[in-house]
């Protein structure tokens, strides 16, 4: 997931570093610092960063399926810490869906230049629609 943002009116003094936190299911806020560390200078540059959705499923996060990832920035330059930022709401939680299952071949349709197989869906569509496979 891509948490993203705009450089906040710097003073004049050019942005050091940002301290994002994500809201935990608990509905409290924590800083994340390995996947989005915000001394980066891609992070500082870009006003972007990356969590894995994997990491935010699990502790200290523990987001469940169709929950809201919201964030707070907090800016630093020469001058010191700006207040956080209004929170922003990112995106929802959905998980990549399970492997089709049963996979057979379609005997009535397969021929020597084409194979047709069926299928039936996995136990989990990852909380959305399946778009493809």
Aim: proline content about 6%; aromatic content about 10%.
């Amino acid at each position: 997931m891509y948490i993203d943002w705009e450089e906040p009116f710097t003073n004049g003094s050019p942005i050091t570093s940002y301290r994002i936190f994500l809201l935990k299911h608990d509905q409290t806020y924590l800083e994340e610092t390995v996947e989005c560390d915000g001394t980066t200078t891609d992070v500082i540059d870009n006003q972007v960063c990356h969590i894995a959705l994997d990491t935010l499923i699990v502790e200290p996060w523990s987001l469940v399926m169709n929950e809201e990832v919201w964030a707070k920035i907090i800016a630093i330059n020469y001058y010191g810490e700006s207040p956080y930022s209004p929170a922003g709401n990112t995106g929802l939680i959905k998980l990549i869906p399970d492997a089709p299952v049963n996979l057979q071949n379609d005997p009535s349709t397969t021929d020597d230049i084409k194979i047709r197989f069926t299928y039936e869906d996995g136990a989990s569509d990852g909380g959305d629609t399946v778009l493809d496979f």
